[in-house]
T-cell receptor, first 115, second 112 residues
Framework: GAVVSQHPSRVICKSGTSVKIECRSL??????MFWYRQFPKKSLMLMAT?????????EQGVEKDKFLINHASLTLSTLTVTSAHPEDSSFYIC???????????FGEGSWLTVV | GENVEQHPSTLSVQEGDSAVIKCTYS??????FPWYKQELGKGPQLIID?????GEKKDQRIAVTLNKTAKHFSLHITETQPEDSAVYFC???????????FGPGTRLSVLP
């Protein structure tokens, strides 16, 4: 149980375009979802926390207008990287929780490459 | 705020040997400590966790110990296998609903 699916697993986009990454909880209702960014050989950096039906809470230093997060349903959250630049290339991971973040389950991650 | 340190950063063991990874935390109010395993190119997977009212928890070849006084907790893997090779992250959380703070990770290599 507690399966979280992320899509796409890999995506390449051109500079200046936008790309959307989806995070789905497959067998539970996720009241809270989290988005992380991970640089090579580094730990997870929390970008934002989203609760279903409300605006995301962004961590300090994360541009909310660049990284748009939507959590419109209890099973789906999306991260849209707008006007992507090569420095946005990274591994993005989501996690989901059915108990307000007490226990979290991670997705498989999405590799974004901006060329 | 909470700060989690993790040692060692890399660890190589022979297949069949044991591996121990240690994490220390700074916030004495932290009460939940999960461990995650991350294989190359994949998201972290929860492998074991422990709460502050327990000193030790075991699940087959994996165990976690917690020393609240010293504010450290450790992951123990016995009879290691090549498929245990991965990056392991510890984490700490203070209160229900608060965000996790992750350690920097340990890259474990199990040599056949």
């Amino acid at each position: 149980g507690a399966v979280v699916s992320q899509h796409p697993s890999r995506v390449i986009c051109k500079s200046g375009t936008s790309v959307k990454i989806e995070c789905r909880s497959l067998d539970f209702q996720a009241t809270t979802m989290f988005w992380y960014r991970q640089f090579p050989k580094k730990s997870l950096m929390l970008m934002a926390t989203s609760n279903e039906g409300s605006k995301a809470t962004y961590e300090q230093g994360v541009e909310k207008d660049k990284f748009l997060i939507n959590h419109a349903s209890l099973t789906l959250s999306t991260l849209t990287v707008t006007s992507a630049h090569p420095e946005d290339s990274s591994f993005y991971i989501c996690s989901a929780s059915f108990d307000s973040g007490n226990t979290i389950y991670f997705g498989e991650g999405s590799w974004l490459t901006v060329v | 705020g909470e700060n989690v340190e993790q040692h060692p950063s890399t660890l190589s063991v022979q297949e069949g040997d044991s591996a121990v990874i240690k994490c220390t935390y700074s916030d004495s109010a932290s009460n939940y400590f999960p461990w995650y395993k991350q294989e190359l190119g994949k998201g972290p997977q929860l492998i074991i966790d422990i709460r502050s009212n327990v000193g030790e928890k075991k699940d087959q070849r994996i165990a976690v110990t917690l020393n609240k006084t010293a504010k450290h907790f450790s992951l123990h893997i016995t009879e290691t296998q090549p498929e245990d090779s991965a990056v392991y992250f510890c984490a700490a959380r203070r209160n229900y609903g608060q965000n996790f703070v992750f350690g920097p990770g340990t890259r474990l290599s199990v040599l056949p």
